[in-house]
């Protein structure tokens, strides 16, 4: 698996203000309007098909969060930074996040 490092956008007062609650990885379109949220830790990958995701926040104190693209790539959220919004459009505009995985890991590996 190859993670990619995913740029941190925003201050604090911007990703409190979007309204995700520990402990979940939140996902946002490209005017930050929430659609969806994911809890669970799976050893596997939780999909999802809109083709709108451009940011992601991450509450989990201790764990982080996979991000699977459309084009086979991934790149990781760190855990325990709840204030940071991740833009995860770092492929570009043409390659989209597509599924999300929770692991209990405390660091990204690549």
């Known amino acids: ?49 809109r083709t709108d995701i451009y940011y992601a926040v991450n509450t989990r104190n201790d764990d982080v969060a996979y991000i699977r693209y459309s084009n086979g790539q991934t790149s990781c959220l760190g855990e325990g930074q709840p204030n940071t919004i991740w833009d995860l459009r770092i492929y570009g505009a043409s390659v989209y996040p597509n599924g999300v995985r929770i692991s209990t890991s405390s660091n990204c590996y690549p």
């Open 1 to 49: 698996m190859s993670a990619a490092a995913v740029l941190a956008t925003g201050g604090p007062a911007q990703a409190a203000a979007l309204g995700c609650d520990y402990p979940k990885v939140c996902f946002y379109t490209a005017s930050k309007t929430k659609v969806g949220q994911f809890q669970d830790v799976t050893s596997g990958w939780q999909s999802f098909s």
